[in-house]
């Protein structure tokens, strides 16, 4: 896992280059070279390898999805959406570089991960890119991730059009779901694979996407800014429809082990110490066993 990381960094820093005006490429740079956890990343480079695929064909996708990531990281953190000050344990992008140029930076982050997919992955079919950027598009756009977005606003105005469960998972499967259906879709794109493995594969991104979105609901409850590096205590605090504050600390435990469990019986299947790694961490972490 350790290498992975460190492999994206390396391409993350190589791929983003600092040119004329530096003032967007530093803002852009800032937040994506903070430590992160770099899951999705990690997730594709895993799935690529786990099913038998070139690791160093997924790395422009990989790195493309870190950023697209990024981009929903800076922009959920300006003060007309989340308002956070704070993002892996520094300023925020907007306190750092102003609203203007962080608003700028998400959007080129944006636009500039799908050209990453297409001038950098080598080897791969045209047909392949353009399966990878569609599902980009997909999962970062209006019927994804950019939904579930604007659900979670309405949500903290009060403004519920479904019943609150199934606002609650619409928010989770748009918002936190999308961002993990990506890089495994595509990790098993670009292996190559079939479309029964992808669908079951689809299956488990869903409810491990689930489940780390409660996780993250939980650590906002029970973690400090010292371990999460963002304010703690937020979700509470706006009266944000969250899994906690929905069904109570226990209950979202409850639900959080079922799903992590659904998970580690996929996972299981394949080869992959990574997967269970991640797995292991996140529920020792709320779970304690
Ligand atoms: C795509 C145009 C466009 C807009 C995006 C702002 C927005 C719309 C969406 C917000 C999405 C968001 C911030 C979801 C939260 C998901 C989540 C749990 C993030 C934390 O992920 P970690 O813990 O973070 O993996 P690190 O910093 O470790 O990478």
Redesign the pocket.
């Known amino acids: 896992m350790k290498e992975l990381i460190k492999l994206v960094d390396k391409k993350l820093d190589e791929y983003l280059q600092i040119t004329y005006p530096e003032d967007i490429f530093k803002a852009m740079k800032y937040t994506l070279m ?7 990343p990690v997730m594709c480079l895993e799935t690529t390898r786990m099913l038998g695929g070139d690791l160093e064909k997924a790395l422009p996708t990989a790195c493309a999805i ?1 950023m ?11 003060p007309c ?2 308002n956070d000050d704070f ?2 344990g520094k300023p925020s992008n907007h306190k750092v570089f102003g609203e203007a140029n962080a608003v700028l930076a ?2 080129a982050l ?1 636009t500039f991960a799908p050209q990453l997919i297409i001038e950098k992955s080598e080897g791969l079919t045209c047909e392949t890119i353009l399966k990878l950027v569609h599902e980009y598009t997909k999962f ?2 209006a019927y994804a ?2 939904a ?3 659900v ?1 606003i309405e949500s903290e105005g009060g403004k519920l059009v479904k019943s609150p469960e199934e606002t609650l998972d619409f928010i989770h499967m748009n ?2 779901a999308a ?1 993990f259906r990506l890089p495994i879709r595509c990790g098993a794109i670009i292996a190559g694979i079939d479309s029964n493995t992808i669908e079951e594969l689809d299956n488990f991104a869903m409810k491990f996407g689930l489940a ?2 409660i ?2 609901d939980i650590m906002d409850e029970i973690s400090s800014f010292e371990e ?3 304010t703690i205590g937020k979700d509470k605090n706006s009266g944000k429809l969250t899994y906690v504050s929905l069904y109570g600390l226990e209950e979202s435990k409850k639900k959080f082990g079922l799903l992590i469990n659904d998970c580690y019986d996929i996972v299981n299947k394949y080869n992959s110490e990574i997967f269970k790694n991640i797995l292991d961490k996140l529920r020792d972490r709320i779970l304690g066993v």
């Not at 903070?34 to 999705?40: A, D, Q, S, V």
């Not at 697209?68 to 300006?78: E, G, Y």
């Open positions: 903070l430590p992160g956890k770099r899951l999705r870190e697209l990531h990024v981009q929903s990281l800076i922009h959920d953190d300006l959406m989340d993002r892996r998400g959007d944006l970062a756009g991730l950019i579930g977005q604007v979670d918002k936190t961002l780390f979105q996780y993250d999460l590096g963002k």
